[in-house]
């Protein structure tokens, strides 16, 4: 039998990873955009550039996604989420690995935050503190989608407008 090759582009789901992976396998690939971030001023500054590469990875029992924009100062960002599903606890468990400022932020475990679909729609719900930051993955079709970010400040009870906001098209 030969040997799996130890190299690949995207890696592959493990076929006895939890069902849930499928999910976000949608982010496997490579993807290009554009997007718009909220400025303190309540202003949007757009911008175009963005790469999105979703991996399996960990035996194919979770996904890696790496994002590459410029930040609104034109600065370089890197952005990665690690995404697995712990049988164990019935619960996701993705975290955020901001690269470009240094910092690693829990965003759903067995203790807070929640990965839901809605209308369509998959809507991930984190805590910092004391604010709420409510993504929302809209997946048009296997070439498409977008993403959104709202904030709240008071649990959830209602929500900023739209801070970051992306259209995202697959280039691999």
Do not use: C
């Not at 550039?49 to 035996?59: E, V």
């Not at 709420?132 to 400040?153: K, P």
């Amino acid at each position: 039998m030969a040997a799996e090759p130890a190299i690949t582009a995207y890696g592959a789901r493990n076929p006895q990873a939890p069902d849930e992976l499928n999910m976000f396998s949608f982010l496997v690939g490579k993807w290009a955009g554009t997007g718009k971030t909220r400025i303190a001023d309540g202003s949007h500054v757009q911008w175009e550039g963005a790469t999105w590469i979703g991996r399996y990875i960990l035996n194919g029992m979770a996904i890696a996604d790496e994002f590459h924009a410029s930040d609104p100062e034109g600065k370089p960002y890197l952005g990665i989420s690690l995404r697995y599903f712990d049988r164990g606890h019935q619960t996701w468990i993705v975290e955020y690995l901001n690269v470009s400022h240094s910092f690693l932020r829990r965003q759903v475990n067995p203790n807070t935050g929640s990965v839901n679909r809605e209308s369509g729609s998959i809507v991930v719900i984190s805590e910092d503190g004391e604010m709420r930051i409510r993504e929302i993955y809209r997946v048009t079709d296997q070439n498409r989608f977008t993403y959104s970010t709202d904030l709240s400040h008071d649990g959830g009870r209602s929500w900023d407008p739209v801070s970051v906001e992306m259209t995202m098209t697959r280039a691999e």
